[in-house]
């Protein structure tokens, strides 16, 4: 049976994500291809928020995975804690720039979408303001990542931090069942069927949600290579400085 610990070994992190990168890049395509088209192009105007309910599509995909990007990175972090593998260290490292424009991503969309509704782009709701702090978490941990020289050193802080960052993660998800005061609607996907959007804002939506996690994962899967590549070089360079 192959063990999960296995590919922590960074030959075979790269020999196995070399074979699944393209199936999962392709598969992503495909899933924002449809899931984009289809909900911007092929279903109807909300009979309360109008055309503007389209933009569905990129701010609720993108929210999802800028709260389980990070959660990605906090389940990394802590593995890295535990068992010191550096796969999984630079796993996390390579999420954080993903997630952070995933967050970007959310944020704008929020403000395009909160505009017509709202009568502003900005409030400081509590799901917004814990968002926009998570925004600054993925910020401290790219920089945390880059001011520190030693690789060890640098993954044990940013994994503290990751640790800290993920009651952020966890506000920007459940706040607005916190605090029932927040200009921000309720969860537009819910285990209760009740509480989901119509089925036909439903499918698509799903569609576009999947390309988004299958594109997160492709682009994990090339960074991290990029990481383990990157990490080999430094230890050669500094391999031949002391000869």
Known sequence: MVSIWEYANPKKFIETTDRLLPWFSALALLCLVVGLVWGFFFTPDDYKQGSTVKIIYLH???????????????????????????????????????????????LATGAIWGQPMWGTWWAWDPRLTSFLILFLFYLGYMALWSAIENDDTAADLTSVLCIVGSVFAVLSRYAVNFWNQGLHQGASLSLDKEENVADVFYHPLLMSIAGFVLLFVALVFLRTQTEIRARRMRALVARERLQ
């Open 60 to 106: 609720v995909p993108s929210a999802l995975m800028a709260i389980n990007a990070w959660m990605m990175m906090l389940v990394a972090s802590l593995i890295w804690i535990v068992r010191r593998h550096h796969v999984s260290a630079l796993a996390a490292r390579a999420a954080a720039p993903v997630g952070a424009m995933m967050t970007v991503i959310a």
